[in-house]
Nanobody
Framework: QVHVVESGGGLVHPGGSLTLSCTSS????????IGWFRQAPGKEREEVAC????????YHLDSVKGRFTISRDNDKNMVFFQMNSLKSEDTAIYYC?????????????WGQGTQVTVSS
């Protein structure tokens, strides 16, 4: 069984920053595409960012470009999601997902999610 573990969520004021982390003890993440998805109350889950295993390419949702950055540390077998200039509309449960394909369209493994709340 594959375990995907996220950490780093919490409560932050608007304009603040958080860094989410994702790892798996069963998989070498550098062989997979890793994505961050989020689901806000009453809304569908959406893909926010993806780090492809191919050539280090990345994707970021338009609404987070310039504020959020997905990155990897292969030595630590971890993927990070730096979130800056957070807005109330970023409030959601954030999920790390692992995909065997080049991008994160249909992830094979999911984490349990970590809550991010942006509020004054």
């Amino acid at each position: 069984q594959v375990h995907v573990v996220e950490s780093g969520g919490g409560l932050v004021h608007p304009g603040g920053s958080l860094t989410l982390s994702c790892t798996s003890s069963e998989l070498n993440l550098d062989s997979y595409s890793i994505g961050w998805f989020r689901q806000a109350p009453g809304k569908e889950r959406e893909e926010v960012a993806c780090s492809s295993y191919s050539e280090g390419s990345t994707y970021h949702l338009d609404s987070v470009k310039g504020r959020f950055t997905i990155s990897r540390d292969n030595d630590k077998n971890m993927v990070f999601f730096q979130m800056n200039s957070l807005k109330s509309e970023d409030t959601a449960i954030y999920y790390c997902a692992i995909d065997r394909a080049q991008w994160c369209n249909q992830p094979d493994y999911w984490g349990q999610g970590t809550q991010v709340t942006v509020s004054s």
